[in-house]
């Protein structure tokens, strides 16, 4: 059983940073690929990141490329995304995913989720 929790939300201005985390549990982090999506108001859940299990190999969604930056620590059993110059279109709810092995950039694809965290970004 994997159980994701995700911090470092909030409410920033438009061009602003955040840094969101995801702490998992067990000892199969090493094993899983990490995902990260995010749900707005009335829209559906979207992908917007994933990370290898080794973390080497990473994927974004346009929306965010060039912006936003995934990244491990096996060590911590932690999963990170780093969102600069952020956007007011940036507002959601963000959750953390994660699957054995492969990455993936489909909501279906995982089989596990965090609670999510707010992040709200200001015009």
């Known amino acids: 059983q994997v159980q994701l929790v995700e911090s470092g939300g909030g409410l920033v201005q438009a061009g602003g940073s955040l840094r969101l985390s995801c702490a998992a549990s067990g000892r199969t982090f090493s094993s899983l690929a990490m995902g990260w999506f995010r749900q707005a108001p009335g829209k559906e859940r979207e992908f917007v990141s994933t990370i290898s299990s080794s973390g080497g190999s990473t994927y974004y969604a346009d929306s965010v490329k060039g912006r936003f930056t995934i990244s491990r620590e096996n060590a911590k059993n932690t999963v990170y995304l780093q969102m600069n110059s952020l956007k007011p279109e940036d507002t959601a709810v963000y959750y953390c995913?994660?699957?054995?092995?492969?990455?993936?950039?489909?909501?279906?694809?995982?089989?596990?989720w965090g609670q999510g965290t707010q992040v709200a970004v200001s015009s």
């Open positions: 995913a994660a699957r054995f092995y492969s990455i993936g950039t489909r909501k279906s694809e995982y089989g596990y």
